[in-house]
């Protein structure tokens, strides 16, 4: 599983780890200081620790105070070439869990820095790493007073080399080169089912824009979903998906084609068609949590299959709702089905069932279906759910795919909407039994 921002993964990992083994390239203070924070008192650590990067002297003293301690072991590695890994391994309940990649033990590396790190759970490829591990920890040097004293040395020129590069690098300007032409201009829209301005409707300049021009552009984009919902609507059933329904306030068929507070602009870069719950669930909704609360319970605030349009994509997924308890029940529910183990098992062999293209996106990252090693590491991914942000299973295409022309893109949608629509009956919440 890729991973871009460790430092949550660590925070969680290093609270209940029993042992852990780090080799880096390089080590900042801060962050080492973070690590001693954060783990707890019993955990035994290991630190192979390069110098060929500029690690400050100050870190290997702090390293160098904690060998006293059994529970603690580092060593220096050095050789002619340089030494330039990013391992970090964890220990959990005799479970292992190792994060391989691009960042090194930084503030950057761990948070900040665009970074590319790959999380392993498969026990016999952490063996593997913890085997390279000790291999290399024979060949390392200890960190005495004299080991030290010689880098100290080393460091301080080091030191003045990247001053001066972080000077060269902030001296220059990479430029992109100015397009002349809009990008969508090398789409041939003639048989396409949206067209060049259905999208261009929803470029960066008019997202927060609620004068008629950008109304009337977005306007044209609604009347061509309104377009696609007289097309498939009628042929749910011939998908067997006839117990979807369009959101039932009929002036919201298509999502908002202007601002709700145009003192308070939010960003309209796309529209959306949905289909979800019928408007009898949603007034059951509405009656249990109270009259102050039944704006969070409508229509959109739940599960639901949508196609989505927005500059450059066509998206048809199934999504939990964000914001202002989005989805708060259906969340609730599937969080609470993904204990049971025969639930999370059929959950993780229909995700695997799915095609290649099809992603899961959950707390903002996005994974495609396929690459997860375990129904445990699927769950792990799924612990991570925002309420702030959609928890999305679908695909995403680009305008010239065959899928999206004219002709096939109803079909298309219908398809995917099948597909989809036993995640949505397992996943949502059911006020009302069926």
Request: glycine letters at 4%.
């Amino acid at each position: 599983m890729i991973v871009t921002d460790l430092k949550s993964d660590f925070e969680e990992l290093l609270v209940t780890a029993s042992e852990i083994w780090f080799a880096v390239a390089l080590v900042k203070e801060s962050t080492y200081d973070f690590i001693q924070a954060s783990i707890n008192l019993y955990c035994k650590q290991n630190y192979l620790v390069g110098i060929d990067l500029p690690t400050n002297p100050k870190v290997l003293r702090k390293m160098q105070s904690q060998l006293q301690n059994k529970l603690f072991e580092a060593a220096i590695y050095k050789t002619e070439y340089n030494f330039h890994p990013k391992v970090y391994l964890f220990k959990d309940n005799d479970c292992l869990t190792a994060f391989v990649g691009s960042s090194n033990l930084t503030d950057g590396g761990l948070e900040h820095n665009i970074e590319l790190n790959y999380k392993i759970t498969s026990q016999e490829d952490c063996l593997s790493i913890l085997d390279w591990f000790n291999t290399l920890y024979k060949e390392s040097f200890p960190l005495t007073d004299e080991n030290i004293l010689a880098y100290e040395e080393e460091f301080n020129s080091l030191e003045e080399i990247e001053k001066e590069l972080k000077k060269k690098r902030k001296s220059f300007k990479l430029r992109k080169p100015v397009s002349i032409t809009n990008p969508l201009d090398a789409i041939d829209f003639s048989d396409r089912y949206f067209k060049k301005e259905h999208h261009l409707a929803f470029r960066k300049e008019l997202w927060t824009k609620d004068n008629k021009e950008a109304i009337d552009e977005r306007e044209s984009a609604k009347i061509k979903c309104e377009e696609l919902h007289k097309s498939i609507f009628p042929r749910f059933k011939d998908y067997g998906i006839q117990i979807l329904e369009p959101n039932p306030m009929s002036d919201h068929l298509v999502s908002m084609i202007r601002q709700i507070d145009p003192t308070k602009p939010r960003p309209i870069n796309a529209i959306w068609l949905s289909y979800g719950k019928n408007e009898n669930e949603i007034k059951e909704y509405q009656r249990l949590v109270g009259f102050d609360q039944k704006s969070k319970q409508t229509f959109i605030h739940h599960a639901r299959l949508q196609i989505r349009i927005d500059y450059k994509n066509i998206g048809i997924w199934l999504l939990f709702a964000k914001e202002n308890e989005g989805g708060i029940f259906d969340r609730d529910f599937f969080k609470v089905s993904m204990r049971n183990k025969v639930y999370r098992e059929k959950f993780y062999q229909m995700l695997n069932g799915l095609p290649n293209d099809y992603f899961i996106s959950v707390g903002g990252t996005k994974e495609f279906c396929h690459n997860f090693n375990s129904v445990e590491d699927l769950h792990d991914f799924c612990k991570k759910d925002d309420i702030q942000k959609y928890f999305i299973i679908g695909r995403d295409y680009h305008i010239p795919d065959n899928e999206m022309s004219e002709v096939n893109l109803p079909t298309e949608t219908l398809k995917v909407f099948k597909l989809l629509f036993p995640f949505y009956e397992m996943m949502r919440h059911r006020f009302m039994p069926q």
